[in-house]
């Protein structure tokens, strides 16, 4: 995975950071972006099941949360509201795409290059958990990766898909079982290696949301 950007490790609690942009600081937005961007990415992947599509979601995700940062009260963590923001995104995204017929196109796959300390055996086993990811439903798929890879509470996932705490329950019981049987082990211990944010797509997402903020698009 690399090394940890040092933007990611900044003292400050995330409600600390928004008030620093709100007045003013624009540069430490690379903080919120360093420090969940690769959730978002994920996120937007569960739903749009494309790596390309995935991070033109996030990027205009965090365009959105940008400017609607005056909206962000506290009442909710900002994970919560940033997650909701980018469901929201690539559903819309998904969307679009239907309506286009996009999704006859053979999907586009992640060109960038394995990280030098990158193991077969990793590589082969992360194909293995990202198919079986992807074969999921849609409904199921994201639930999954909202709790299980990206590790967020029931009624944190609840909050950011707007459903009832009983529906996650049930979906993410009906995902676990339908990889149960060609995982087994492999989904607890492993999971949350599936879909590796590397260093390059990080750095090519923050550059591209801090150029449309300077061209004065948000």
Not at 10 to 39: C, S, W, Y
Not at 91 to 118: G, V, Y
Not at 160 to 167: I, K, Q, Y
Not at 170 to 194: F, K, N
């Amino acid at each position: 995975m690399g090394a940890v950007h040092p933007l990611v490790l900044a003292p400050d609690t995330d409600p600390e950071v928004v008030a620093r942009v709100r007045k003013g600081d624009i540069a430490a937005f690379e903080i919120l972006m360093r420090r969940h961007n690769q959730r978002v990415f994920r996120t937007a992947r569960a739903v749009l099941h494309d790596e390309a599509a995935a991070e033109d979601a996030a990027q205009k995700a965090w365009l959105s949360a940008y400017k609607n940062l005056a909206a962000f009260e506290g009442r909710a963590q900002f994970t919560t509201w940033l997650l909701r923001i980018t469901v929201n995104q690539a559903s819309k995204d998904l969307r679009s795409r239907h309506s286009h017929m996009k999704l006859l196109e053979a999907p586009q796959r992640d060109t960038t290059p394995e990280t030098p300390e990158a193991e077969a055996a990793r590589a082969r086993l992360r194909g293995i958990l990202e198919s079986a990811i992807d074969s999921l439903p849609d409904p199921l798929r994201v639930v999954l990766v909202l709790r299980d890879v990206e590790e967020l509470s029931g009624p944190e996932t609840a909050e950011v898909l707007e459903l009832s705490d009983e529906a996650v329950r049930v979906r993410l019981h009906r995902a676990r079982r339908q990889l149960r049987a060609t995982l087994e082990e492999i989904l607890e211990d492993r999971v949350g290696e599936a879909y590796p944010f590397l260093g390059a797509r990080c750095n090519a997402i923050v550059a591209a949301v801090f150029a449309a903020i300077h061209a004065g698009e948000a």
